[in-house]
């Protein structure tokens, strides 16, 4: 899958999640990832902004005869009871909210007590943020349907989760294979260390 080919550290992150937990994906798209998290154990509950989202990531549970719950939701307002989920899962996705720390913030009640959010956010100290304003190339399209894009420092990622008791955040991808030949050339020790330094995803694991 080129999703997991480019993003060489997300199945590592998804499979590290408990066999047996609950699981909130907060905008599944496809169902992709909430796929892989329900044939790794885990018990899933995705939500999307979308109907057309929602629709097909169930069609997917539905063609591979694998149990899920699917609905449309906006993140700002959860439709589920404080204390729900022993994970809440988000990657590349609430920072295209139109308040983002509002997400943060429902994310938290959800949670279980010693639950755990996992969540990507977007880097602004990164080699794809530099890239995008030396080219002045934007982030998002003028049509895109998430056309706010926000970008992160770790200090500001700290403030965003401060009603956590725990909060580890690492930096990972700095390129993927969008980058054709630099990408596939680039010995994995290198990219490793530019991506722990330079990367555009913060990998944010906040436990309630």
């Not at 790794?40 to 005869?65: I, M, P, Q, Y």
């Not at 909060?167 to 054709?180: A, H, Q, T």
Request: proline share 3%.
């Amino acid at each position: 899958v080129q999703r997991y080919r480019s993003h060489r550290h997300l199945l590592p992150w998804i499979q590290s999640m408990r066999s047996g937990a609950t699981v909130l994906e907060i905008g599944c798209g496809v169902g992709l990832d909430s796929h892989t998290m329900a044939t790794h154990g885990l018990n899933v509950t995705s939500v999307d902004l979308t109907e057309v989202a929602v629709k097909t990531a169930n069609a997917r549970f539905l063609r591979h005869k694998i149990a899920g719950s699917f609905a449309v939701a906006n993140a700002e307002t959860l439709p589920f009871p404080s204390n729900s989920f022993d994970y809440v899962y988000s990657f590349g996705v609430l920072h295209h909210a139109a308040d983002t720390a509002q997400t943060i913030k429902e994310t938290h009640r959800v949670l279980k007590p010693g639950g755990e959010a996992r969540i990507m956010l977007y880097h602004r100290h990164s080699l794809n943020e530099l890239v995008h304003r030396l080219t002045r190339i934007p982030f998002e399209e003028k049509a895109a349907v998430c056309p706010v894009v926000r970008r992160y420092t770790k200090k500001e990622i700290r403030t965003l989760f401060g009603d956590f008791s725990k909060i580890d955040i690492r930096l990972d991808y700095v390129f993927g294979e969008g980058y054709g030949a630099i990408f596939r050339l680039t010995p994995r020790w290198a990219y490793d260390w530019l991506s722990h330094r330079f990367g555009w995803h913060i990998m944010i694991a906040a436990k309630k």
